[in-house]
C-alpha cells in the first residue's frame, strides 16, 4: 500500500481514484464494511481504493488532553488498512488552517483538483470544513455538479447496536473484552517496541517486557492475561498497563512478563492481545507485597489460560462426536 503524507506529496500521477475518508480508529467491523465497499468499486472500475485521514486526528487537534483515548496508533491503521486490500493512504496533517478552509474549497482543490476523485463514499453524517459546515447534501450538489460517484455508507450493527469507535471505547472501559473484540472484529490489542526497563520485574522473579506504547491516553489500564506476539513467536503472560504507582512510575507504560520465556526481545516489535482483565492497576505499600500480587496474578492468568483450553477441547470434541 502506497502512503502519501501530506497534501503536497499528492503528485499528478495520483489522480483518479475511489475515496473514502474518516479517522477508521480501531478499523473495525463498521469500517471494514465500508472499506470492502471501496476496494468492490475500485476494482470493478479498476481505480486505486484509496483512503484520507488526519493525524492528528480532529478531535485531538481542538480538544487536546480531552480527546478519546486512540483505539489504534497510525501504524496500526496502516497495517490494518493494507491488510483489506487499500492501495493508497493518504494522511492529511490536521491543523488549524486546513480545518479553517470553506467546504466548497475542500471539494474543488482536494478532491477534484488534486486527487480528480471519480468515487466517494463517507457515511452521511459526514461533516468537514470550517465550522463543520460541510454536510453530505452539500457532496451531493457537488458531486451532481462536477459529475463524480457518491455513495453513502449505513452503520453496520451487531444486534440491535451500531458498532462504532465510541462503544468500542465503552466497552474497554466496562472491561467488556469479549464485547469490544466482536464490534473490532478481532481481540483488542496494544504494540510497542519492547525498551530497557529500571529491571525491577527481573529483581522480583519475573521479568519484563517494557513496551513504551507512543499514545497521550490509553482506553484500557489494570493487569490482563495476554497473549504476545514477538519475533520468537506466540506466548501467553500477564501484563500491567498504567503508570506503575508502587515504583513511582510516570508515563503510561506496558510490561509483560511472559511464561517461560528466555529470549532476548530488547529493540524488537511486540503485539500484546488482551485476553481476560484479572484486576485494577493498585498501590502496594513494599515491593514485597508488589511481588506477592504479581506471583497472584500469574497464578490467574495460568488459571484462566487452562479454563480457557479445557473448554476449547470440549467444544471441539463435541463437534466432532457432532
Given at each position: ?206 521479568p519484563t517486557a517494557n513496551v513504551f506504547l507512543y499514545r497521550r491516553k490509553l482506553p484500557v489500564g489494570g493487569v490482563y492475561a495476554i497473549t504476545a506476539n514477538t519475533v520468537f513467536g ?89
Amino acid at each position: 500500500m502506497e502512503l502519501i503524507r501530506g497534501l503536497h506529496n499528492i503528485l499528478p500521477r495520483h489522480r483518479g481514484c475511489v475515496l473514502t475518508i474518516g479517522n477508521f480508529d480501531g478499523v473495525h467491523l463498521g469500517h471494514q464494511a465500508v472499506l470492502a465497499k471501496v476496494v468492490a468499486i475500485a476494482r470493478q472500475r479498476q481505480l486505486p481504493a484509496c483512503v484520507m485521514l488526519f493525524e492528528p486526528q480532529p478531535l485531538e487537534l481542538f480538544a487536546g488532553d480531552a480527546a478519546p483515548a486512540r483505539l489504534t496508533r497510525f501504524r496500526e491503521k496502516y497495517r490494518a488498512l493494507a491488510s483489506l486490500g487499500i492501495d493508497r493512504l493518504i494522511c492529511v496533517h490536521f491543523t488549524p488552517a486546513f480545518a479553517a478552509q470553506a467546504p466548497e474549497q475542500f471539494i474543488e482543490r482536494l478532491l477534484l483538483k488534486q486527487l480528480g476523485v471519480e468515487q466517494l463514499i463517507v457515511g452521511d453524517d459526514f461533516r468537514f470544513g470550517k465550522n463543520r459546515s460541510g454536510s453530505f447534501e452539500l457532496l451531493a450538489l457537488a458531486a451532481e455538479r462536477y459529475q463524480f460517484g457518491l455513495y453513502s455508507t449505513s452503520s453496520l450493527v451487531l444486534g440491535e447496536q451500531r458498532i462504532s469507535s465510541t462503544l468500542i471505547r465503552r466497552a474497554l472501559a466496562e472491561d467488556n473484552l469479549k464485547l469490544a473484540a466482536d464490534m473490532l472484529g478481532r481481540p483488542f490489542t496494544l504494540t510497542g517496541r519492547v525498551r530497557h526497563g529500571r529491571k525491577l520485574g527481573r529483581d522480583l522473579g519475573f521479568p519484563t517486557a517494557n513496551v513504551f506504547l507512543y499514545r497521550r491516553k490509553l482506553p484500557v489500564g489494570g493487569v490482563y492475561a495476554i497473549t504476545a506476539n514477538t519475533v520468537f513467536g506466540q506466548y501467553q503472560g500477564v501484563a500491567n498497563i498504567g503508570h506503575r504507582p508502587t515504583v513511582q512510575g510516570q508515563r503510561q507504560q506496558l510490561e509483560a512478563h511472559l511464561f517461560d520465556f528466555k529470549a532476548d526481545l530488547y529493540g524488537s516489535q511486540i503485539e500484546v492481545v488482551l485476553q481476560h482483565k484479572l484486576r485494577r492497576e493498585q498501590r502496594f505499600d513494599s515491593l514485597q507485597q508488589l511481588q506477592q500480587q504479581i506471583a497472584a496474578d500469574v497464578a490467574a492468568a495460568k488459571a484462566f489460560f487452562g479454563q480457557h483450553a479445557a473448554a476449547s477441547a470440549i467444544t471441539d470434541k463435541t463437534e466432532q462426536n457432532g
